[in-house]
């Protein structure tokens, strides 16, 4: 079975920490993803990284960065933690595999969440 | 830009009923569309995913289908019981390779 798994479940920052998510998988997957959600917006894309060292910003990066220093490790940083980025992350990871001149995405897994609130 | 549209946002049924949950994309130019379950504070489970090339996915219960000339795809639940609560979510993989959620529809299902 595919295991992702996120360093906290719920975590509580002042504003201003510089906060680390912290999101592993087991599974040798190319791709790993960060994602917010939030009531009424459901779930937005923070990062992504096709691959080691490699990273694409998502639909909502402003005041988030990411580090991709091993294939199964992904890290979500809030440099300057504000209350706006109170809400729940979630981290997710896939095959990428070709067939002919495609490239295909395979199944998402995500992480249990992390529930981040910033006072 | 891509957007993805489910309907309804709720749903209450008996258990035992047949249900069918909607997925609608702007964009035809999906690569792949997954849908998801979500439980109360818990992450995504995968439930089906199908390739552009493919037109359904079956797993147990459950049955995806995707239509990409009329930008749809459906889930249908099959003799729906208690634990099929939770929220549904799809989500299309685009032309940029990220993927685009839906808000999600939100199920009971009455004992």
């Known amino acids: 079975d595919v295991k992702v798994t996120q360093s906290s479940r719920y975590l509580v920052k002042r504003t201003g920490e510089k906060v680390f998510l912290e999101c592993v998988q087991d599974?040798?997957?190319?791709?790993m993803f960060w994602y917010r959600q939030d009531p009424g917006l459901g779930l937005r894309l923070i990062y992504f990284?096709?691959?080691?060292?490699?990273?694409e910003k998502g639909d909502i990066p402003e005041g988030y960065s990411v580090s991709r220093e091993k294939k199964e490790r992904f890290s979500l940083i809030l440099e300057s933690a504000s209350t706006n980025q109170t809400s729940m992350y979630l981290c997710?990871?896939?095959?990428?595999?070709?067939?002919?001149?495609?490239?295909?995405?395979?199944?998402?897994?995500f992480g249990p969440g992390t529930r981040l609130t910033v006072l | 830009k891509q957007e993805v549209t489910q309907i309804p946002a709720a749903l209450s049924v008996p258990e035992g009923e047949n249900l069918v949950l909607n997925c609608s994309f702007t964009d035809s130019a999906i690569y792949n569309l997954q849908w998801f379950r979500q439980d109360p504070g818990k992450g995504l489970t995968s439930l089906l995913l199908i390739q552009s090339s493919q037109r359904e996915q079956t797993s147990g219960r459950l049955n995806a289908s995707l239509d990409k000339s009329s930008g749809r795809s459906t889930l249908y639940i099959a003799a729906s019981q208690p634990g099929d609560s939770a929220t549904y979510l799809c989500a299309g993989l685009s032309r940029t390779y990220k993927y685009i959620f839906g808000t999600g529809t939100r199920l009971k299902v009455l004992a």
């Open positions: 997710a990871s896939s095959l990428a595999f070709a067939s002919g001149s495609w490239l295909h995405t395979d199944t998402q897994y």
């Open positions: 599974m040798d997957h190319e791709n």
């Open positions: 990284s096709y691959d080691v060292k490699m990273k």
